[in-house]
């Protein structure tokens, strides 16, 4: 069964549109999750094996870049007993 980033030969998914001078966050709150991420990861409580597994098997399309790594966090965090 393929996984939800697994979405070589669909279509409509639409444009990629290119913002000019983007910034590397849109909100204050990404940020935050990717300092998150990062001191996690630096702690060991998970890996990056394990991160990018939980994006894969918790990931929307429906959302933002930054919700799904949200969501994976907090599905590891649930899964190994931290909260």
Known sequence: MPRTNDVGG?????????????????????AHVMAMNRALIGQK????????????RTMSHESSYYENWFRAIRTLLKEKGVV
């Open 10 to 30: 669909l279509d409509g998914f639409g444009p990629v549109v290119e913002e000019l001078d983007e910034p590397p966050f849109h909100h204050d709150w990404e």
């Open 45 to 56: 409580v998970y890996n990056l094996d394990e991160f990018r597994d939980a994006v894969e």
